[in-house]
């Protein structure tokens, strides 16, 4: 079966990306692809302000990872998060300790929310753009994408930050995602109760700056996309950034299907990248 869906109105460039995970029991030993070199786990980053949860290191990590490597001006720069549940860790623990009848910390109030990190980094980067956090049961990826291709049509701004947090959790946690999965038969996450996965992915308009470009597949086969993930899976910016590094060192261009029946995305590197960007413009 051919599937078309179209999100993103032009190509965006891609300037930089980033992963990071924690506590899910990756190592080194596993990373036997080039590829997969970096998707092992890290001691978790120290914040300050932040306690207990991985959800506001990793979110910052990946940040940090993308913004330091092509740094530019805070004031032209967007940030928009993708997380289904967010911080479940701050969640589960305030609710235990209200339970228990402990004193509330007020430190767990202010990181429950996702907006929480978002305002520590643009503080710490000078970055003075539109911030937004959403919460979806759709691919991220394509949430993401489709909103940096939004707001880069703002004269104003020159790029978007983009990235997804994903904790495992209780079986508070396990019970929504049951819920949530009820319905659609797609699987509950499996990560360990104290892990955490990140992925950024910093996007502008293609150019000389941006080596890899994405842009919408037009059409593709949907018989060949294996099965769903599970609701809220951020699994798709971890392929988005592992087929980046790839096109960085080999060229060529890779399709990218991140969910059954979702939109797909065609990254291309190089002298490819720039000849659609002028085609696109001519169209």
Not at 31 to 46: M, S, V, Y
Not at 139 to 157: I, K, S
């Amino acid at each position: 079966m051919t599937t078309e869906k179209t999100v993103l109105r032009s190509p965006l460039g891609i300037l930089a990306t980033a992963t990071a995970t924690h506590g899910t029991g990756r190592s080194e030993d596993h990373a036997d692809h080039a590829d997969h070199a970096d998707n092992t786990d890290i001691p978790l980053p120290r914040l300050p302000g932040f306690v207990e949860s991985a959800f506001s290191p990793l979110a910052y990590e990946v940040s940090r990872q993308c913004l330091t490597e092509r740094p530019g001006d805070g004031a032209r720069t967007a940030v928009a998060l993708a997380t289904l549940m967010g911080d479940t860790t701050t969640a589960d623990l305030a609710s235990r300790r209200m339970v228990s009848g402990r004193v509330h910390n007020p430190l767990l109030f202010m990181q429950a929310t996702a907006n929480a990190v978002l305002g520590y980094t643009s503080q710490e980067f000078g970055i003075t753009g539109q911030t937004f956090s959403l919460s979806t049961l759709d691919d991220p990826v394509a949430e993401l994408l489709a909103m940096a291709d939004l707001l880069l049509e703002d004269p104003e701004l020159d790029r978007v930050l983009v990235l997804g947090v994903e904790l495992g959790g209780g079986e508070r946690l396990a019970a929504a995602y049951r819920e949530l999965a009820a319905d659609s038969g797609r699987p509950v996450p499996d990560l360990p109760a104290t892990a955490g996965l990140a992925a950024a992915v910093l996007l502008g308009r293609p150019g000389g700056e941006a080596p890899v470009s994405v842009r919408s597949a037009e059409a593709y086969d949907a018989d060949d996309t294996g099965a769903a993930g599970h609701p809220g899976s951020i699994q798709g910016l971890f392929d988005l950034a592992a087929a980046h590094r790839r096109l960085l060192r080999d060229g060529g261009s890779h399709l990218l299907v991140t969910e059954p029946q979702s939109p797909a995305f065609i990254l291309t590197a190089g002298t490819e990248a720039r000849n659609e960007t002028e085609n696109h413009a001519h169209q």
